[in-house]
């Protein structure tokens, strides 16, 4: 990871507690269901357990396939949570 300054990473830590936390469910739930955090929650968990950064399009697929939620769903969320922000974490 390579960050330009300390205020990158710590604001990337931030990102990360706050996804991890049950207010993240709380904000995100009515519009793309609990259990569809949830699982975005457990794979960000599993990603830093790893520590292993998580490619996009194998969360995409997880949820496309194995979940059975829509592609535009998903980019919905990408696009409401920023993915951006959660690199290098998510690739």
Same mark, same amino acid.
């Given at each position: 990871?390579?960050?330009? !300054?300390? +205020?990158?990473? =710590?604001?990337?830590? !931030?990102? @990360?507690?706050?996804?991890?936390?049950?207010?993240?469910? $709380?904000?995100?739930?009515?519009?793309?269901?609990? +259990?569809?955090?949830?699982?975005? %929650?457990? +794979? =960000?968990?599993?990603?830093? /357990? !790893?520590? +292993?950064?998580?490619?996009? $399009? #194998?969360?995409?697929?997880?949820? #496309?396939?194995?979940?059975?939620?829509?592609? $535009? %769903? #998903?980019?919905?969320?990408?696009? /409401?949570? !920023?993915? /951006?922000?959660?690199?290098?974490? @998510?690739?």
């Amino acid at each position: 990871m390579y960050y330009n !300054d300390s +205020k990158d990473f =710590i604001d990337f830590i !931030d990102i @990360v507690n706050f996804t991890l936390d049950s207010s993240f469910i $709380e904000k995100w739930r009515y519009k793309y269901s609990e +259990k569809f955090i949830s699982s975005f %929650q457990m +794979k =960000i968990l599993k990603a830093l /357990s !790893d520590r +292993k950064p998580l490619k996009k $399009e #194998v969360l995409t697929n997880y949820f #496309v396939k194995k979940l059975k939620y829509s592609n $535009e %769903q #998903v980019n919905n969320f990408y696009d /409401s949570i !920023d993915i /951006s922000l959660y690199y290098p974490l @998510v690739l």
